[in-house]
T-cell receptor
Framework: DVKVTQSSRYLVKRTGEKVFLECVQD?????MFWYRQDPGLGLRLIYF???????EKGDIPEGYSVSREKKERFSLILESASTNQTSMYLC???????????????FGPGTRLTVL | SQQGEEDPQALSIQEGENATMNCSYK?????LQWYRQNSGRGLVHLIL?????REKHSGRLRVTLDTSKKSSSLLITASRAADTASYFC???????????FGIGTKLQVIP
């Protein structure tokens, strides 16, 4: 079974802190994604990566950066956390499949981040 | 920007009944997928339908796709309390275009 793990289920940080959210997948997937999920807004894509050291902006990249130094690991960085970044953060990965370059996504359990 | 919009936003049914959720989207797509999310958890993939397919089945799930109307429906037959979850449709336009999720339908199945 595909496994996507996220470093923390719950995280509490203070405004202005630098925050690292880590995501690791064990299926040698090429593509990895970071989303945030807020009530009434659904999932919004922050960044995605289709190869090591490659990254593409999603819908809401402002205030975030990412790093993908190894194929299995995709990190989301909040350079200076703000209260409006309080949210559920979901990581996902997918292979290049028969359905196209972006195939079924496998999600991690999520990190609920609270910024005080 | 959201590509898919699910309808209804919330649905409550009795166990054993069928549940139907709809998804509409704005631009042409390559694939459409449905995902389930149990409360406070990550999403789980249910089914993928390609733009050249019209219907697909998986167990108690039936998905239809009408590209002329830019819409899809997810039917869950003989619902169970364990089907209580939020359901999302997700579309991609091919290539390395990003996958876009809708806001979701919250389904409650009452035992």
């Amino acid at each position: 079974d595909v496994k996507v793990t996220q470093s923390s289920r719950y995280l509490v940080k203070r405004t202005g802190e630098k925050v690292f959210l880590e995501c690791v997948q064990d299926m040698d997937h090429e593509n990895m994604f970071w989303y945030r999920q807020d009530p009434g807004l659904g999932l919004r894509l922050i960044y995605f990566s289709y190869d090591v050291k490659m990254k593409e902006k999603g819908d809401i990249p402002e205030g975030y950066s990412v790093s993908r130094e190894k194929k299995e690991r995709f990190s989301l960085i909040l350079e200076s956390a703000s209260t409006n970044q309080t949210s559920m953060y979901l990581c996902a990965s997918s292979s290049i499949g028969l359905a196209g370059p972006i195939d079924t996504q496998y999600f991690g359990p999520g990190t609920r981040l609270t910024v005080l | 920007s959201q590509q898919g919009e699910e309808d209804p936003q919330a649905l409550s049914i009795q166990e054993g009944e069928n549940a139907t959720m709809n998804c509409s989207y704005k631009t042409s797509i390559n694939n459409l997928q449905w995902y389930r999310q149990n409360s406070g958890r990550g999403l789980v993939h249910l089914i993928l339908i390609r733009s050249n397919e019209r219907e697909k089945h998986s167990g108690r799930l039936r998905v239809t796709l009408d590209t002329s109307k830019k819409s899809s429906s997810l039917l869950i037959t003989a619902s169970r309390a364990a089907d209580t979850a939020s359901y999302f449709c997700a579309t991609d336009s091919g290539g390395y275009q990003k996958v876009t999720f809708g806001i979701g339908t919250k389904l409650q199945v009452i035992p």
